[in-house]
């Protein structure tokens, strides 16, 4: 859904046409209120760029930590999916194809790789952490079955915050790469750093120690820093000047809620001469001005000072992955989304010009790909910097395959229009979803009614096709402390389906992760039952009715165990038992267990709160080092 707002625009008399504001407006994100007369300012009349909005981003990134995705606040869910972790583990791949050839060829121009020293992959503002994760384990299967296989590659994930950093570092699913020496971390911040410092291996990255091409990956970012806002009309431009108040007095202006508060107006100011120190910069801006009468537009300064000093630390050398709600177009601004607006989930957002990066960097020699359809959530541009005497063939077809022809974005498109049909789509079908989703953990929630309700009637070979879907859905996981505890639900449809031992390990999963509950300790017993180990099922559903006492189907399989036959005729019981699994009447899925358990009694089911970060060092602790098991 779409808004528009128009108002009159008054610059020394002119009366400009009206500057329409097209307002994106959906569930994840309400748009900044213009002021209000009663309100209490806080700055007047600011140049973008410089206004307090980006103090308080800021500080609502410091002080949230993970808990800014971790409840769900601040959108990440395309950035951090398997499938755009694929596409770009391929763009990257391209491009170190690009590399390698260019050193064959012995082009001067492009020096050889310098094999003693990895080739970095720096991702900044890595906020959740999971598109790092998704992406190194895609890249590195691809890069082991390839004849690039002996280029030493190291991850460098980054942010400004050092919350973020002290997170991913305790995280145990990492410790196996930090351990290989395939990951690393640095705390960078884009607007400032010219180096980078890597926590673990104590390397610095910087112009004089660099001898590889460096590969940059930003998401989400460039669109929530620093950013100018202009008004091209009749070959004149104006400046858009801000305003910021809130409705009540601010006593802690580190007060990340302040932002959900803010209210903004905005003045236009006639610019004259050259408004940058960048001649590059005021040449872009020329050409708007010229070229795009009757139009408002943001000026990214702080992604392109971000590319400005990456270039140099890269010598030149450089391969950078962008993707943020942007446009690279004419058509886009058109439109309206150049226009001023702040989508505020949390922290704030605004859309990002990609074409004026693309000009940025055509200027300082670089090459560009953008889509060359519109984007309808993320725009994915790359930035190519060193010339190869191929010109990054293999990047372009890369790009050309996971970007431009179906990409995220068309992706997640497309997956808007199947979460309405969902409950028509056979087993087939659903899992012929999953599998184009990369195997997407956000699409099996959405799956998990209709896959629930298919298995009333499945076959064998559906069932070996399910449990080898659900195996992938947990492959593609990183647990970040959410809510929602997956492990349980996989845990428990592996159960439904009869790999007991399977679901045993994704049950202890979620005790690892979340603790154990009483559905979880029913679901455990069941398995253990089903295996023909009696005393262990009974130790569980005992824990079961210990957390619960009135779980009603616990009792009932304590009274079945407790008359179990031990040894001798165990062969048998375990045949009659696994019909017993097979009829799902004959125990609770354990997601029933649970919320009964929670309705009766208050208790904690898998799915609640427990979810923790001392969970997952705990493991840590214990020296548990599998990759994601
Ligand atoms: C909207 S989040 C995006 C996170 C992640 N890349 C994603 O796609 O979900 C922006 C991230 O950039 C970080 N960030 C903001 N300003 C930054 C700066 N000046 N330098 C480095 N990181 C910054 C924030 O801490 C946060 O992790």
């Not at 260019?102 to 970095?120: G, M, N, T, V, Y």
């Not at 990214?300 to 391969?319: D, E, V």
């Amino acid at each position: 859904m779409t808004r528009s707002r128009r108002r009159q625009v008054i610059v020394r008399g002119q009366c400009l046409p009206e500057l329409a504001i097209t307002v994106p407006v959906d569930s994840t994100s309400s748009v900044m209120k213009i002021i209000n007369k009663r309100s209490v300012p806080l700055e007047r009349k600011q140049r973008l760029s410089r206004s307090l909005l980006w103090q308080f981003q800021r500080n609502y990134f410091e002080r949230q930590g993970i808990g800014a995705w971790s409840a769900g606040v601040v959108p990440h869910h395309i950035t951090s999916s398997p499938f755009i972790a694929d596409a770009y583990a391929r763009v990257v791949f391209g491009f170190l194809r690009d590399c390698e050839t260019a050193a064959h060829r012995e082009d001067p121009s492009f020096p050889p790789l310098d094999l003693s020293q990895a080739i970095h992959i720096v991702e900044l503002g890595s906020g959740p952490g999971r598109f790092a994760y998704l992406f190194l384990k895609k890249f590195l299967a691809y890069q082991r079955d390839s004849v690039l296989k002996d280029i030493p590659v190291k991850y460098v994930m980054t942010d400004f915050t050092e919350q973020n950093v002290e997170y991913w570092r305790a995280h145990a699913w990492l410790q196996p790469l930090i351990e290989a020496g395939l990951l690393d971390f640095a705390r960078f911040d884009v607007e400032h750093d010219q180096k980078l410092k890597l926590i673990h291996s104590r390397d610095i990255l910087s112009a004089k120690k660099l001898r590889n091409p460096l590969i940059v990956i930003s998401n989400y970012l460039f669109d929530s820093i620093p950013q100018d806002a202009f008004f091209a009309h009749d070959g004149h431009l104006f400046e858009t000047l801000v305003s910021l108040s809130t409705p009540q007095k601010e006593s802690d202006p580190g007060d990340p809620e302040i932002l959900s508060r803010v209210e903004l107006s905005y003045d236009h100011n006639p610019v004259n001469g050259n408004y940058y120190g960048d001649a590059k910069w005021n040449r872009i801006l020329l050409d708007y001005k010229h070229r795009l009468s009757g139009t408002a537009f943001l000026f990214p300064t702080g992604a392109l000072q971000c590319i400005r000093n990456l270039r140099r630390l890269s010598n030149g050398r450089m391969l950078l992955l962008s993707g943020d709600r942007g446009y690279s177009s004419d058509a886009a601004l058109l439109e309206g989304k150049g226009a001023p607006t702040m989508a505020v989930h949390g922290s704030v957002s605004m859309m990002v010009d990609y074409q004026i990066i693309g000009e940025y960097c055509r200027l300082r020699g670089g090459e560009v790909l953008h889509p060359a359809h519109r984007s309808e959530s993320l725009n994915i541009s790359a930035f190519l910097f060193g010339k190869t005497p191929g010109s990054f063939v293999e990047t372009r077809q890369a790009y050309a395959e996971t970007i431009e022809k179906f990409g995220p974005d068309d992706f997640f498109t497309l997956k808007e229009g199947i979460a309405q049909v969902v409950e028509a789509l056979s087993l087939e079908q659903l899992i012929a979803f999953l599998r184009l989703s990369c195997w997407d953990y956000k699409r099996f929630w959405e799956c998990l009614p209709a896959l629930k309700k298919h298995l009333e009637d499945i076959s064998d070979i559906q069932k070996q096709e399910l449990h080898e879907a659900i195996l992938k859905v947990w492959d593609s996981y990183l647990p970040i402390g959410e809510e929602n505890d997956l492990a349980f639900q996989l845990g428990t449809l592996l159960l439904e389906i009869n790999y007991y031992e399977e679901a045993l390990k994704l049950l202890q999963q979620s005790v690892d992760l979340y603790g154990m509950a009483p559905g979880t300790a029913y679901n455990l017993s069941v398995c253990y039952y089903s295996l023909g180990q009696t005393e262990k099922a009974l130790e569980y559903v005992n824990q079961a009715l210990e957390l619960d006492p009135e779980f009603d189907a616990a009792k009932a399989l304590r009274v079945e165990l407790r008359s179990a036959v031990p040894a001798t005729a165990l062969k048998q019981r375990r045949r009659r038992r696994a019909s017993i699994g097979s009829r799902r009447g004959q125990y609770q899925s354990s997601v029933e267990a649970a919320e009964q358990a929670d309705s009766a009694n208050g208790i904690n089911s898998p799915r609640t709160t427990r979810a923790s970060r001392a969970n997952i060092t705990r493991k840590k602790k214990r020296g548990r080092h599998e990759l994601n098991k």
